[in-house]
Nanobody
Framework: QVQLVESGGGSVQAGGSLRLSCAAS????????MGWFRQAPGKEREGVAA???????KYADSVKGRLTISKDNANKTLYLEVNNLNLDAPAIYYC????????????????????WGQGTQVTVSS
């Protein structure tokens, strides 16, 4: 059974940085895409970054330069470094996993993914 468990959220001062983690277990796919998605209060969940099995990455235009996605294959852990958090950034961050070859812009735009974690909350203080 596939499980995704996010951690690393919390309260950060405006302009600060945070590193989120997603521990994955229960899958043995030789091809897949993993991504980070966030949902701000009152808004739809949106995809912000994705990485495939070969570590090719894709970012939403709105976050380029501020977010870095990476993964540790040995520990099956996905990371997201978020820099320069600002006051409009509070959101719940989720990681997702799909058995798919396609890990580009369409993946980030799609609301449907096979597996989700429970999310980790990020709040920003002034």
């Amino acid at each position: 059974q596939v499980q995704l468990v996010e951690s690393g959220g919390g309260s950060v001062q405006a302009g600060g940085s945070l590193r989120l983690s997603c521990a994955a277990s229960g899958y043995t796919y030789n091809y897949y895409c993993m991504g980070w998605f966030r949902q701000a209060p009152g808004k739809e969940r949106e995809g912000v970054a994705a990485v495939d099995m070969n570590r090719n990455t894709k970012y939403a235009d709105s976050v380029k330069g501020r977010l870095t996605i990476s993964k540790d294959n040995a520990n099956k852990t996905l990371y997201l470094e978020v820099n320069n958090l600002n006051l409009d950034a509070p959101a719940i961050y989720y990681c997702g996993l799909d058995r798919t070859w396609f890990c580009g812009g369409a993946y980030l735009l799609s609301p449907d993914h096979h597996y989700w974690g429970q999310g980790t909350q990020v709040t920003v203080s002034s």
